[in-house]
């Protein structure tokens, strides 16, 4: 069983910055692919990032390319997703969710463990 907390979410104005950090329970983690998932108010969850389990691998939404970068720390149990350049339309709760796969994934479905999510949220 692995369990996910994330942290680093918080306010910050248009342009800033802000590393969210994803922490793992249980001992498979190092062998989970990754993602972190984001959902605004009334919209529905979107996919952001996700990485492999050695790191070699990584996918961004393309709203996101170039300004967040996904990385891991597998001697940590931790998932980072580094945002930069942020925008208003960036706001929403983020979430970590890690599978037991080989290939990464953007679809929240084959993900098997979620953390509960941490706010970010960008002022113009």
């Known amino acids: 069983q692995v369990q996910l907390v994330e942290s680093g979410g918080g306010l910050v104005q248009a342009g800033g910055s802000l590393r969210l950090s994803c922490a793992a329970s249980?001992?498979?983690?190092?062998?989970?692919?990754a993602g972190w998932f984001r959902q605004a108010p009334g919209k529905e969850r979107e996919f952001v990032a996700a990485?492999?389990?050695?790191?070699?691998?990584?996918v961004y939404e393309d709203s996101v390319k170039g300004r967040f970068t996904i990385s891991r720390d597998n001697a940590k149990n931790t998932v980072y997703l580094q945002m930069n350049s942020l925008k208003p339309e960036d706001t929403a709760g983020y979430y970590c969710a890690a599978a037991r796969r080989i290939f990464v994934s953007i679809r929240g479905e084959d993900y098997d463990h979620w953390g509960q999510g941490t706010q970010v949220t960008v002022s113009s």
């Open positions: 990485i492999n389990w050695s790191g070699s691998s990584t």
């Open positions: 249980g001992r498979t983690f190092s062998t989970n692919i």
